[in-house]
């Protein structure tokens, strides 16, 4: 939480809980997010972050717990009068205006009215900032996906909110598309100096992106950090998981070694791995270890375990290999070989046993779910 | 098969229908109109604008018919958009079906025997004598425009839920939380987003309404008691009892060039409405 600590805080979720009938859909969310901060809930669907976004934007109240914006608490303010924009999942553009007419509807609601130059030019602006200058006159339907999406985010911006609320907004893009669209919409981030905040399903556009990441499941936070420091450090195996790809293997622990600890595997090797949470000799534990922290060698190294396995199936990425391999106590095990690396392993093949070198350090030791 | 075999399988038979059900009757009528009343009744041959030149003598009818269709069609518009709203919009979803039901349940009843019950609510010792009983005075209610008018909401006001509600509930929800997101009241939402957007339907139901309005006979035959009657009225009038043949073409034929007139008057004034929103922007 190290970035709202710093700065102002901008909005604050405390013990908000969301219930729909029987079914909790937020679960005492407690998060504070700084001012000008790009935050992304990530999580699977149905895992609350749709809720948490709409509790903040106003369609829905929370049950118990409270929200605050600039220090307020806006529980009871209904969506018309809060400082938040949305840029909705499917657009929601109004079909029966223009393109101008949809960026400028927002500043058309203002009391005491704008004077009609004054929202002209303030929409044109809008409109040239998503490079959409010309398309005033348009009406939506003669628009492209991408198109709509960026009238969209004129419409939002063009109100200049203190949150701007992203609902999956890039879902419907192809994936060019919606890797130009992340960059620019980050480009954007830094020069309006907006909060955003993001609700995605999309691991790789939440790691690219985001300023912090608040990860979320079975209704709860899971775990909030920096984009490094849920993929080096993630807090259980939920997130491990969910956040890149992880080697999840159980062990016991037979020493402690400062920040470190000596685990001792299903096969009875031992490795040394980070212990972020205090452990004690004979304590049962999950160790992650991502792909790419482990190596693979045509014979053992002095001072590692010797884990033979054999592989079971090698993937061309183009400048990484995925190897497969499976080893008869700890199962499957992914590393990711640089292909720079694969050319020390000459004439490997499905069915051919290789060395998993697990460098000290490696791999760490999670949390309880 | 061809393509053009393929199309006229498909028209062929709708198009003898039109022509023989409605274009040749039409022709007829279009031919009696410009012909005399035979001395014993019917049709005698000529050709002559007699007719038309008589149609002032008919006036009342017209006048009926050209203020209770359009204000008929407008009661029954104020009626259906609530009801419409509200089953599209704030009925509980589980509830909905049934409730569409009971707007069509009417339906399985004839009009005329739905007719004679509004006979016996507004006759005098129907509502007038509630009313009465109640020291409100004594009012007369059958054989009324009023009565004409309350006939006509309550028949026709299926036919003008039904678009509207179809308008409304294909209306995307997410449109209004973008509206209410960037600032509007509900109220005003409701102006700007829903009212704009179920205008088809409106259009629909009250084309439907109107159409069927200005050729309607049986609501003014019973609840205006003969005192206030529409075109329709008068037409049978002309025909089955004066036998004036030639008289009631005249008129049967006007009444189509009235109706066409404002319905396109009104087709031309929902689509200037559209491209007024197109130029200026809404509100």
């Known amino acids: ?192 100096g907006i909060t955003f905040i993001l609700v995605t399903h999309d691991q790789q556009e939440a790691l690219s992106m985001s ?68 452990v004690n000799p004979g304590d049962k534990v999950d160790i992650a270890i991502r792909p790419e922290g482990l190596r693979l060698g045509a014979s053992a190294e002095p001072g590692l375990p010797d884990i033979t396995a054999t592989v079971a199936r090698m993937t061309f990425l183009g400048e990484h290999v995925e190897y497969l391999l499976r080893h008869p106590d700890l199962g499957e095990l992914q590393v990711m070989v640089p292909r720079q690396a694969e050319r020390a392993l000459p004439g490997v093949d499905v069915g051919t046993q290789l060395h998993i070198l697990w460098d000290q350090g490696n791999g760490l030791i999670l949390g309880q779910d | 098969m061809t393509k053009a075999r393929a199309r006229w399988l498909l028209l062929g ?7 023989a059900l409605l274009v040749l009757p039409l022709a007829v009528v279009l031919v009696y109109s410009l012909g005399e009343r035979a001395p014993a009744g019917g049709y005698a041959p000529a050709l002559t ?14 006048q009926n018919t050209l203020v209770l269709a359009p204000v008929g069609t407008l009661a029954a518009l104020l009626i259906a958009y609530p009801l419409a709203y509200f089953l599209a919009v704030k009925s509980n979803p589980r509830w909905r079906t049934a409730l569409l039901v009971l707007v069509i349940v009417p339906f399985w009843t004839s009009i005329l025997i739905r007719s004679y019950a509004w006979i016996f609510l507004l006759g005098g010792r129907g509502i007038p004598a509630l009313l009465a009983d109640l020291g409100l005075g004594d009012i007369r209610l059958i054989n009324t425009p009023f009565a004409v008018l309350v006939g006509i909401v309550y028949g026709y006001l299926p036919l003008m839920v039904f678009p509207i509600y179809v308008s409304l509930e294909r209306l995307d929800k997410r449109l209004l939380e973008a509206s209410s997101d960037l600032g509007a009241p509900p109220w005003r939402s409701f102006l700007q987003v829903t009212l704009p957007l179920s205008l088809p ?26 005192k206030v009657f529409f075109v329709g009225n008068a037409l049978v009038d002309l025909f089955l009892q004066s036998r004036n043949w030639a008289f009631g073409s005249a008129m049967a034929v006007t009444l189509v060039a009235v109706m066409l007139v404002t319905v396109t008057l009104y087709m031309r004034f929902l689509s200037r409405i559209g491209a007024a929103r197109d130029d200026v922007g809404l509100m």
């Open chain 1, 1 to 192: 939480m190290a970035y709202a600590e710093q700065g102002e805080v901008i909005a604050e979720f405390v013990d908000t809980t969301k219930r729909f009938g029987k079914v909790l859909a937020a679960d005492r969310l407690n998060l504070r997010i700084g001012k000008g901060e790009f935050l992304s809930f990530l999580g699977p669907s149905g895992c609350g972050k749709t809720t948490a976004l709409r509790m903040l934007a106003g369609f829905e109240a929370p049950t118990e717990g409270r929200i605050l914006i600039d220090g307020q608490d806006i529980g009871a303010e209904p969506a018309h009068r809060r400082p938040v924009n949305m840029v909705f999942q499917h657009y929601a553009l109004f079909p029966h205006m223009t393109v101008a007419e949809n960026v400028g509807y927002g500043l058309r609601q203002r009391r005491p009215k704008l004077a009609k130059d004054d929202i002209a030019a303030r929409v044109a602006r809008a409109l040239d900032t998503v490079r959409l200058g010309d398309f005033g006159p348009r009406r939506i339907w003669e628009m492209s996906g991408g198109q709509q999406q960026r009238v969209a985010l004129a419409r939002a911006i063009v109100n200049e909110p203190k949150i701007l609320l992203l609902d999956e907004p890039m879902a419907a893009l192809d994936a060019k598309l919606r890797a130009e669209m992340q960059m620019e919409l980050l480009s954007l981030q830094r020069k309006l």
């Open chain 1, 211 to 278: 300023d912090r990441i608040c990860i979320m499941g079975k209704s709860r936070i899971a775990q909030i950090g920096t984009p490094r420091e849920l993929y080096d450090r993630p807090a259980n195996r939920y997130v491990a998981d969910f956040v890149g790809r992880a080697n999840i293997l159980p062990g016991t622990v037979t020493r402690n070694i400062g920040e470190h600890a000596l685990v001792r595997l299903a096969s009875n090797h031992d490795v040394v791995v980070e212990a972020p949470r205090p």
């Open chain 2, 13 to 19: 038979p709708a198009g003898l229908w039109y022509a």
């Open chain 2, 49 to 62: 604008l007699a007719q038309y030149a008589n149609l002032g003598s008919r006036w009342t009818a017209f």
């Open chain 2, 201 to 226: 339907g409106v259009a629909t139901g009250s084309m439907l309404v109107f159409i069927l309005l200005m050729g309607e006979y049986l609501i003014p035959q019973m609840l205006g008691g003969g």
